[in-house]
């Protein structure tokens, strides 16, 4: 008798525990949809600013694309305020040589960094167009880090929950941070997602944010 009621118990807490994880990502999803779709209507005279600045500066195209992956393995494009350059334009900011009877060519398509993707880049707003991706319910504001679909990136276990703009590999990662260190960053997050983490996220991502010191646009 002792050892069915045990049994039940155990039963019931992991139903409980499945409940309080369904409730929490319909909450999430409902937060998503009202901060991003205020935050697009807030934000709306810095993105047109942005957009216009690079279509002025660096041309077309405004927008990077990046065709990634979804909870699900469910693919989508992932926008973000394009900071390259595009090499075409990189080749024609080279002064003619009349003594170079050929030009070499190379594989490296990833160009440079434009004076206003440094900027971008510095304050992290080229990833505000990723705020359409959030309310379209492709991303989450909180979330792993977003796998890129370029045929080298094989770790499909973080597929679980949704990417997002901001979360625990990315506030406690940086450039220099190595692929494990990701992974398990990413992991890290997936076993431990809740109210109270995604709250602690978010608060570092804006305290990170806040302590970059100003630089001239």
């Known amino acids: 008798m002792e050892m069915q009621e045990h049994i039940g118990s155990r039963v019931e807490a992991r139903l409980s525990s499945r409940k309080r994880k369904v409730m929490y990502f319909v909450i999430k999803r409902v937060t998503d949809i009202v901060i991003s779709f205020c935050l ?12 216009n600045r690079i279509n002025k500066k660096e041309g077309t195209p405004i927008f990077d694309r990046k065709r990634c992956i979804g909870k699900g393995t469910n693919s989508f494009i992932m926008y973000s305020f394009r900071t390259m350059t595009n090499p075409s334009m990189v080749i024609r900011s080279i002064p003619l040589d009349p003594n170079l009877a050929v030009f070499t060519s190379t594989n490296n398509t990833s160009g440079i960094l434009t004076s206003t993707g440094i900027w971008l880049k510095r304050y992290h707003l080229h990833l505000l167009p990723q705020l359409w991706n959030v309310l379209k319910g492709e991303m989450s504001l909180v979330g792993p880090t977003p796998i890129i ?6 770790s499909l276990n973080r597929l679980q929950v949704k990417p997002g703009i901001t979360g625990y590999a990315q506030v406690f990662g940086n450039k220099e941070s190595t692929v494990q ?10 076993e431990n997602c809740s109210y109270k983490l995604d709250l602690i996220l978010l608060f570092q991502t804006l305290k990170k944010l806040f302590k970059k010191k100003p630089k001239s646009f």
């Open 149 to 154: 679909i370029d045929g080298t990136n094989s």
């Open 40 to 51: 697009l209507l807030i934000l709306s005279p810095l993105l047109w600013f942005i957009s």
């Open 181 to 190: 260190f990701r992974n398990n960053a990413n992991q890290f997050y997936i």
